[in-house]
């Protein structure tokens, strides 16, 4: 059906968000204990009460990218580039052509960081 609807589509994984438990056998506890301390946020919803989705969002990343890799693989060849944007913001101006950015390096603008990382691009 995804295929259908889009034809240039490579690969999709559907993944429900993992219970706390599910997420909490994914860390090391004495890991979660220490971040727990800390009063970090980046693991979300594990602290927090259980409010938030951050560590359910870095999970569907990282399938992301384990697609991103499996096509590479059947295509035998890399992306040059990647991309990582939030379908729910709103890009104020045309990204910049990646010719001009270095590949060397990771181009994140410098407004609200979080641990020194744009979280928002």
């Known amino acids: ?16 968000d993992a219970s706390i438990a599910e997420l909490r056998s994914m860390l090391e506890s ?14 979300q919803p594990l602290t927090n009460n259980g409010v938030g989705t951050i560590l359910h969002s870095l999970l569907k990343l990282k399938a992301a990218f384990e697609l991103v890799q ?31 950015l270095d590949p060397g390096l990771i181009w994140l603008p410098e407004t609200t960081k979080t641990l020194g990382i744009r979280t928002r691009y």
């Open 1 to 16: 059906a995804m295929k259908a609807a889009f034809p240039t589509l490579a690969g999709f994984r559907w993944m429900k």
């Open 30 to 43: 004495k890991s979660l204990s220490l971040y727990e301390m800390l009063g970090g946020m980046a693991l």
């Open 70 to 100: 499996q096509h590479e693989e059947e295509r035998g060849s890399r992306f040059a580039w990647l991309v990582f944007s939030r379908t729910d913001l709103l890009w104020l101006a045309p990204h910049p052509p990646v010719a001009l």
